[in-house]
């Protein structure tokens, strides 16, 4: 069992930056994929980033390649997501979300794929 706790959310101008952090409970955090998904107004969930197990490997949604950085310290138990030159379209409640699947150089996309999720941080950037 893993619960997932998400802070760094809030209100931020385009071109801003912001800092989320997912902690994580349980003793196994680092034998978890972990990615970050994201929920806009009327829209569906959708994969932002994932890490594999101890960082090797990640992978990013095109939209957010080169402003966005996940990353994990499995000391700490926490994930993160520093996301820089933001946009109004990345306004969303951000998820952080955690798979049980083997394999320490793989990530996974697929919000079904992931066992457990946090209860979402609000992310709003104006125009």
């Known amino acids: 069992q893993v619960q997932l706790v998400e802070s760094g959310g809030g209100l931020v101008q385009a071109g801003g930056s912001l800092r989320l952090s997912c902690a994580a409970s349980?003793?196994?955090?680092?034998?978890?994929?972990m990615g970050w998904f994201r929920q806009a107004t009327r829209k569906e969930r959708e994969f932002v980033a994932a890490?594999?197990?101890?960082?090797?490997?990640?992978d990013y949604t095109d939209s957010v390649k080169g402003r966005f950085t996940i990353s994990r310290d499995n000391a700490k138990n926490t994930l993160y997501l520093q996301m820089n030159s933001l946009k109004p379209d990345d306004t969303a409640v951000y998820y952080c979300?955690?798979?049980?699947?083997?394999?320490?150089?793989?990530?996974?996309?697929?919000?079904?794929?992931?066992?457990?999720w946090g209860q979402g941080t609000q992310v709003t950037v104006s125009s």
């Open positions: 979300a955690a798979a049980n699947i083997r394999g320490p150089y793989t990530t996974v996309r697929t919000t079904i794929a992931y066992d457990y």
């Open positions: 890490i594999s197990w101890i960082g090797h490997s990640t």
């Open positions: 349980g003793r196994t955090f680092n034998s978890y994929i």
